[in-house]
DNA sequence: TGACTCATGTAAGGCGTTACATGATTTT
DNA sequence: AAAATCATGTAACGCCTTACATGAGTCA
């Protein structure tokens, strides 16, 4: 019931292979964590919640302290229904963007550290995408790979846009010093 | 003190215009709208603790109803001050790549469907922004205008990733129908 | 008069992070 | 033996939306 979103990814991970809670939070940031993020805070209620429902079982792992969660069938048909759901995004909110709105406050100056600073990000996202695609091409897998692949291109894309923006933009503004 | 990001928005639209908080709401949807947002149960409070603390004064409007806020220059400080601070923006999360990175779960159709809807919400977008731009280039201000429209500019080629983005992941995944 | 928009505010509740507490295992 | 990492969980708190309650002014 409560809380579709975590449950979505907790499960979507787990569809892929079974883990511990903690690998769950490493995974999402290591391979999702371009487009999405999970604190223990959250995955942990959320796997008590999943297993309370049939959706995980839990097994202990290789040390004392322990569980590996394994997603069941009727974890795997949760999962379908929760991805037809539609998608209930929050609004938007970008820091950058609303500081360079009111960026006459700040001056030429101050705007134009932002943009190097967003552009360094972006530059940093690429890197990453280029290192998660051969993490990619390397894993077993590969009846994924094809819609990870969409995603990793959706994000370079958008990186290589924020470098155009701010490419155009210093000029921008370096013709007011 | 609290809440600084509802308070830079609202300090920075005050900054512009003095309005009534309704009026404010109303602005930051239609103008900020495609990089910020905040509702009624932020905005009052906000503008009550910013009146406790000096930053804006607040008179009758013209209606028995309606409170008219107006920043200080103690206001205009504070706003300054809180567009210096460094960008805390919250995780990234976005439903479309959620879900299209579990898409073997859902099937090449409804990831079909997904991209179709994200490729409407972008042009969508960029009628938006089209309109932006006129209202912008109509407005008496125009020392905020350049501002405005580097904001405009990254929405506008974001949009056109995605379009582009889009095109592409369709024919990827047509190929597997 | 009724419907719609303008206008102000509060309350409840969900979402999500951070910090804390605790301990096992591995590495140096 | 110490430090780092792996591992699980909880508690407190802040952020933010939604829904509700209320009423003024405008327009048909």
């Not at 998608?87 to 134009?112: E, K, M, T, V, W």
């Amino acid at each position: 019931m409560a809380n579709p979103q975590t449950e979505t990814a907790v499960l979507g991970a787990l569809s892929v292979e079974p883990m511990t809670g903690y690998a769950l939070r490493q995974t999402i940031l290591e391979v999702l964590g371009h487009f999405w993020s999970e604190s223990f805070g959250q995955i942990y209620p959320t796997l008590t919640r999943l297993r309370e429902n049939g959706y995980v079982v839990t097994t202990a792992g290789g040390r004392a302290d322990s569980n590996i969660h394994t997603i069941t069938t009727a974890g795997t048909r949760r999962l379908q229904a929760l991805l037809r759901e539609s998608i209930a995004d929050r609004p938007p909110r970008s820091g950058l963007l609303l500081r360079l709105f009111f960026g006459r406050q700040l001056g030429p100056q101050h705007c134009l550290a932002l943009i190097d600073e967003a552009e360094a990000t972006a530059r940093a996202q690429l890197a990453r995408y280029a290192q998660l695609r051969e993490v990619i091409a390397k894993a077993e897998t590969s009846s994924d790979d094809m819609y990870w692949l969409l995603t990793v291109d959706h994000g370079e894309r958008q990186a290589r846009a924020v470098l155009d923006w701010a490419a155009v933009s210093r000029g921008t503004l370096q013709g007011l010093l």
